[in-house]
């Protein structure tokens, strides 16, 4: 199940509160519509942030919420942009050791 709440936080348009048809929609762009009705009637979005991929750190992350039982489940996103580059180039050329 957290493989493909990881996914669904690749969706675009989520948003704070999303659930049921609303949420199947916003999910069908990025999976089957099987899978994306399943998620609209198990999840709820309970908030999502997401940031600039191109300046900023591309560091996304999304709070579901069971229908059935009210967990919590927190999905993240990897990071990409110019952010990257920088940090792999930062990462890259460190020679020292980590203390």
Do not use: C, Q
């Not at 675009?12 to 999976?31: H, N, P, Q």
């Not at 991929?53 to 059935?68: C, L």
């Amino acid at each position: 199940m957290n493989a493909i709440l990881a996914d669904a936080s690749y969706a675009k348009k989520l948003i704070d509160g999303l659930e049921g048809s609303s949420l199947e929609k916003a999910l069908s762009v990025r999976m089957t519509p099987a899978l994306a009705k399943f998620m609209a009637r198990v999840f709820s979005v309970v908030s999502h942030l997401e940031t600039d991929d191109e300046w900023m750190s591309g560091f996304d992350g999304t709070i579901w919420r069971s229908t059935s039982d009210k967990m919590i489940f927190v999905s993240l996103k990897g990071t990409k942009g110019m952010g990257d580059i920088f940090t792999g180039a930062g990462t890259a050329s460190y020679s020292g050791e980590f203390a």
